[in-house]
């Protein structure tokens, strides 16, 4: 059967046949059920936005190989948010969100497709090798290195030690509070969208640190890190609590500051140290579930693209 034989018996029942528009706003509900966050979401859904226009697709039957082909051929054609020529990296994120896409047709909608079909481009280039070991201790002992440590290290500290060992994101890192911690130490709640609650594994240096931080800390805020500089200080009754959070640039600027204090590269990334994480799973056997699970992936076919990368760059 062609792609179209399971769809050509549906033709006599046209109200049946839902528009693309009716498929996609299901699709963004799948996705949030499924706990994606909300720039996952809007990324899915702006490279699926360029398919349907470069398809002309109206609903499903419009969803062939020959369209999904041309698509890909034609991607290296088209234009990027700021009108460059596409990364191939950002091509493949297109043909990731198509493949999402039909899997989530083939199950709802009975989408004949195959998404095993649409293959990902070679994006080339040197391989990107995770963090070496000695790195990543400099970069953990970076905080402490002061002659007199503070609330600020030692919040430094516990915060590079659990990007490091836990592998999550800085999104979900910011948005942390204390009573995330389980009883226990040993694990910590990762809230997502959708009410989606995952538990990931603490370890005893990432708890240790996350302790000797919070027993320093007078404030009665929820969150688990806090700015800490003297202006806010001063603020402490008239600023709204969550205002104290740390956001995810800052995070991010914590970390390139603490990778250049450690004579590292300038490249270095709280991606980086998810990717370190990821490759230390690997090499103690991980499979593709636990990856997905403990890294937060929507999609298991995503948590596989991400783990060939970590191993083969």
């Known amino acids: ?33 499924k706990g ?17 226009k470069h398809a002309n697709v109206r609903g499903l039957e419009d969803i062939t190989s020959s369209a999904i082909g041309n698509f890909r051929s034609d991607l290296s054609r088209l234009r990027n948010r700021r009108g460059g020529v596409m990364k191939q990296s950002t091509q493949n994120c297109h043909l990731i969100a198509l493949r999402s896409f039909i899997e989530y ?4 909608h009975g989408m004949p497709l195959d998404c095993g079909s649409i293959t990902l481009k070679k994006t080339g280039g040197a391989k ?3 963090l070496e070991k000695t790195d990543l201790e400099r970069l953990l002992e970076a905080p402490m290195q002061a002659k007199k440590t503070s609330a600020i290290h030692r919040r430094d500290r516990a915060l590079l030690e659990l990007l490091f060992t836990s592998g999550l994101k800085v999104s ?9 911690m389980g009883q226990g130490g040993d694990t910590i709640a990762i809230r997502g969208t959708g009410g989606r609650v995952r538990g990931v594994p603490l370890t005893h240096q ?22 800490h500089d003297r202006a806010r200080q001063r603020q402490l009754d ?13 995070i991010q600027r914590i ?40 890294l937060g992936f929507t999609s298991r076919e995503v948590a596989q693209q991400y783990a060939k990368r970590i191993r083969y760059g």
């Open 1 to 33: 059967m062609g792609d179209q034989a399971a769809l050509t018996r549906n033709k006599a029942y046209p109200m049946l046949m839902p528009t693309i528009h009716q498929l996609l706003q299901s699709y963004r509900s799948y996705l949030s059920r």
């Open 128 to 130: 990107k090798q995770p």
């Open 255 to 294: 970390i390139k500051k603490y990778a250049a204090s450690a004579g590292l590269s300038p490249h270095v990334s709280p991606q980086s140290l998810r990717d370190a994480h990821t490759a230390e799973l690997l090499a103690r056997g991980a499979d593709i579930s636990m990856i997905q699970a403990q």
């Open 105 to 108: 047709l083939r199950r709802e």
């Open 206 to 227: 990432a708890h240790y640190w996350i302790k000797e931080y919070l027993t320093v800390r007078t404030d009665r805020f929820p969150a688990l890190f806090l700015r």
């Open 36 to 52: 994606a966050g909300k720039d996952t979401v809007s990324n899915y859904l702006f490279y699926l936005a360029r398919f349907v």
């Open 172 to 180: 979900e890192i910011s948005k942390l509070s204390k009573n995330d």
């Open 238 to 250: 008239s600023i709204e609590k969550n205002a104290y959070r740390l956001t995810p640039r800052t």
